[in-house]
């Protein structure tokens, strides 16, 4: 009898992976040590207090920078010079004093990017606790077929939706302006030219957007921390934790990859909205117990 050593169930000797929880089984001494670690870890994580156990440790091997950070450091610069820029028209024996519309433009840049600098001061302090341990479920980084796998499947389904967003706004424009083309004689030419103006525009972004998207997710870091209440996947930050936010569904995947999915929901002035997150996974990693911590924590 063969029996797998993370769940426990009888196994076949020739098998390479478990039929029941999936974790790829041993096949030399090196991946027996591997193994036995990865095992020894979440076995600590289930069996002991979270809030004995040293997070930042676990964690110390991901090497992640907050890329936040840069975004409140631009956002405090870009406020300041706001800032100059409204005060500049009240100062005298200056090129710019008097002329009173700077100063609204430049309080307005000086709003705007004291309000950004704030929204991304908080993720950033958030994103540090995913960092530091304090607040992370699990944390992993993926491997190169990994991430391509990953990319190729977020490119695919981008492609995909965006196809149809552009084909159902085209016959929207196309039914509105035929409408006023229908009943209105004069400018029907001009109407005609922004019609197609409109679709060609839309088409642009439909089409190009999910390359772009693919590029920046090809120059990602890789590296995958689940939280409480936030993830930072492979250079993005996800946050849940507003008022009237959560997860709504979670589950462990096996297509297209191995992995966690779920999905969040959150309110804001465009009321509710709901984000999927498909993420990929080594199989030594024990999901079941990231998803019981996403849920404990919900």
């Not at 289930?46 to 991901?62: H, L, P, R």
């Not at 992993?140 to 389904?157: A, G, H, I, R």
Request: with cysteine; aromatic share 14%.
């Amino acid at each position: 009898m063969k029996y797998c050593p993370t769940c426990g169930k009888i196994i076949l000797d020739e098998a390479i992976y478990c039929n029941n929880c999936g974790i790829k089984l041993i096949t030399n001494n090196s991946e027996t040590e591997v193994l036995k670690e990865s095992i020894s870890v979440q076995n600590t994580m289930k069996s002991e207090d979270t809030e004995s156990i040293d997070f930042g440790k676990i964690n110390n091997q991901i090497k992640l920078k907050n890329n936040q950070s840069g975004i409140v450091k631009k956002s405090l610069v870009i406020a300041i010079i706001g800032f100059v820029i409204a005060v500049l028209p009240f100062m005298e024996n200056n090129p710019l004093t008097g002329i009173w519309a700077l100063t609204l433009i430049g309080f307005f840049i000086f709003l705007s990017a004291i309000i950004v600098t704030f929204i991304f001061k908080s993720r950033e302090k958030k994103l540090q606790t995913l960092i530091s341990g304090k607040n992370v479920l699990a944390s992993w980084t993926l491997s190169d077929d990994e991430k391509l796998q990953y990319v190729n499947f977020l490119y695919s389904n981008e492609k995909a939706k965006n196809k149809g967003i552009f084909i159902i706004t085209t016959l929207l424009i196309v039914a509105v302006f035929g409408i006023f083309m229908l009943f209105i004689d004069e400018g029907k030419m001009a109407m005609f030219l922004i019609m197609i103006a409109l679709i060609l525009v839309i088409g642009f972004f439909a089409f190009t957007m999910p390359s772009f998207y693919k590029s920046k997710n090809l120059q990602g870091d890789g590296h995958i921390l689940i939280g409480k209440k936030f993830a930072y996947i492979n250079g993005f930050f996800h946050n849940w934790d507003f008022p009237l936010s959560g997860i709504k569904k979670a589950s462990i995947i096996k297509e297209p990859f191995y992995g966690l999915y779920f999905q969040y929901y959150y309110t804001d002035r465009t009321f509710t909205n709901t984000e999927e997150l498909n993420i990929p996974a080594p199989l030594t990693i024990d999901l079941q117990y990231v998803l019981d911590g996403l849920k404990t924590h919900n």
